[in-house]
């Protein structure tokens, strides 16, 4: 980054900084993991000098052929993995990209059944702040307030009742698999379309740790950070019948110049994730975060639902007289990241919640597998159940330094 430190020495810096705490960190907010310097290396490049309006063989500039070919790639490898009929690779962001598919397939006024925010939904689909509420009617499905588990016979007797248009399933923080098959079916019964967002699982799905929403769904949306180890962004996913309406809802609809740098970026993670190792990375990811919270159960932590089928843990600090905010800011302190989440039924606001929501692609990518797990889960028990125990919190930083030395991140990578 010779350039750049000699232009904007400030910007330099502050990147430098990131990288070292990325590097001195355990990275634990599930929705965070590290692209491989393949992924890195392709967004920094002149395809950001190209506008690109349209689609391949259908642009309004000239000069795409090259971008094409990228683009094209993109497309077909993110069709293989999912065994999709259509794929729309141009999406900026996973909210964007929710918008698009609204846009293409409701009309202002229709309804959405969306999961609540609180017991685990996503702003986009349908939080009264966004902008989703302000064009369509939301009505919500809760988690069972016992289990804390999805209701399926609830979810079937709401979409008889209210006959949304669409009804969304995939959530930000919810541990367990979902039925996309289940929610299909109640989908079409009522005559809705099915929008499976998969951002947080799509690692796993590709692996075959998660069922595959196709070909039941409708659309899928998937962001390509998270599990998929890849740039931020986001991809759409349909049937063929549906296509013409996505790609007309992506550009023109709701977006304009595609990002082709960051396309390419995707190319290169959907490549990475057609591989062996790729698969056995997400199968691990399961095994740890299934670990990790075994580990805390045995150390008296109370977790939603009691535990985990995917790469994500969501623990109920009440019992421990805590914050959610208060947890997370204990261990970022260890250098130790996670983020405070709601939780069902929670009495605190969204501001100051109850739950701490913590994850394991990151560390899986590092290389890092059950006994790290333990360990770190043994750690993170004991700081959240003695937060001002001094002993504990420097085991606690000597542990995430061995452990980032023991499983460097980046090696090559140095500014």
Not at 67 to 81: G, P, Q, S, V, W
Not at 170 to 195: C, W
Not at 306 to 317: A, K, M, P, R, S
């Amino acid at each position: 980054m010779k350039h750049l430190l000699k232009q904007d020495n400030q910007i330099y810096q502050a990147i430098k900084n990131e990288l070292n705490r990325q590097k001195s960190g355990l990275i634990m907010i599930p929705s965070e993991n590290f692209t491989s310097p393949a992924v890195l290396e392709a967004m920094s490049t002149v395809l950001n000098n190209k506008y690109a309006e349209g689609y391949p063989q259908a642009r309004y500039y000239t000069g795409n052929q090259f971008i094409d070919e990228i683009e094209n790639l993109a497309i077909e490898r993110a069709k293989k993995l999912f065994q999709a009929e259509h794929a729309n690779v141009q999406p900026h962001s996973g909210t964007t990209a929710n918008l698009a598919i609204y846009f293409a397939l409701l009309k202002p006024g229709d309804k959405i059944l969306s999961l609540n925010l609180t017991h685990g939904g996503h702003l986009s689909h349908g939080s009264k702040k966004s902008l989703v509420s302000q064009i369509y009617q939301i009505v919500h499905y809760n988690v069972d307030p016992k289990t804390n588990l999805l209701d399926y016979n609830e979810i079937q007797k709401i979409a008889q009742e209210e006959k949304p248009q669409l009804i969304i399933s995939g959530f930000s923080s919810y541990p367990r698999k979902i039925d996309f098959k289940k929610i299909s079916e109640i989908a079409h019964e009522v005559g809705a379309y099915h929008l499976a967002d998969v951002s947080h699982i799509a690692g796993l799905i590709i692996a075959g740790e998660h069922q595959n929403p196709f070909p039941e769904a409708d659309v899928v949306m998937t962001t390509t950070h998270k599990t998929l180890r890849g740039p931020r962004g986001a991809i759409i996913l349909c049937k063929k019948e549906l296509a013409s309406k996505i790609d007309k809802a992506v550009f023109p609809g709701t977006q304009g110049g595609p990002f082709e740098h960051i396309i390419a970026a995707k190319a290169v993670c959907f490549n990475e994730a057609l591989t062996d190792k790729f698969k056995a990375d997400q199968k691990q990811t399961v095994i740890n975060a299934q670990v990790l919270a075994q580990t805390l159960i045995d150390n008296n932590i109370t977790l939603i639902t009691g535990g985990t089928d995917t790469h994500l843990i969501l623990i109920d600090c009440r019992p421990l007289k805590i914050t959610g905010k208060e947890a997370a800011a204990l261990l970022a302190e260890m250098g130790i990241y996670t983020n405070a989440n709601v939780i069902p039924y929670d009495a605190n606001p969204p501001a100051n919640p109850s739950g701490l929501r913590l994850g394991t692609p990151a560390l899986t990518t590092q290389g890092m597998k059950e006994a790290e797990m333990k360990q770190i889960g043994l750690m993170i028990a004991a700081l959240l159940k003695n937060p001002n125990d001094e002993k504990s919190k420097k085991q606690a930083k000597d542990l995430v330094k061995n452990l980032t030395a023991q499983f460097p991140i980046y090696k090559d990578l140095k500014y």
